[in-house]
């Protein structure tokens, strides 16, 4: 089982960034996905998820209206486009997947999987 999360760097504040989440080892389309992200010395915060089919979506407050987060399951990726970027959006961004497909959790204890993570900097 793997999850590889991809795309993060550095980017100037209001550029745009898409990160990836890509699965093996598991059934990935039965499966809900969350990306999450953390600062070092804080807590791992919920940005978003989107369930297995792809036809719910949540997001932290924070981040509504400037992420996205998409699926594809033929390709076994899930999204997160990054928009209007801000320098607190710099923290790692993990993806997390989630058995109980038809739901979204903002928990990051109701995640099985969990890979990685990507670094995303925002900085002029």
């Known amino acids: 089982v793997q999850l590889q999360a991809s795309g993060g760097g550095l980017a100037q504040p209001g550029g745009s960034l898409r990160l990836s989440c890509t699965a093996s080892g598991f059934t990935f389309s039965l499966y809900s996905v969350g990306w999450f992200r953390q600062v070092p010395g804080k807590e791992r915060e919920f940005v978003a998820a989107i369930t297995s089919s792809g036809g719910s979506t949540s997001y932290e407050d924070s981040v509504k209206g400037r992420f996205t987060i998409s699926r594809d399951n033929s390709k076994n990726t899930v999204y997160l486009q990054i928009d209007s970027l801000k320098p607190e959006d710099t923290a790692v961004y993990s993806c997390?997947?989630?058995?109980?497909?038809?739901?979204?959790?903002?928990?990051?204890?109701?995640?099985?999987?969990w890979g990685q993570g990507t670094q995303v900097t925002v900085s002029s």
């Open positions: 997390a997947a989630n058995g109980r497909g038809l739901f979204t959790s903002r928990s990051g204890y109701d995640y099985t999987y």
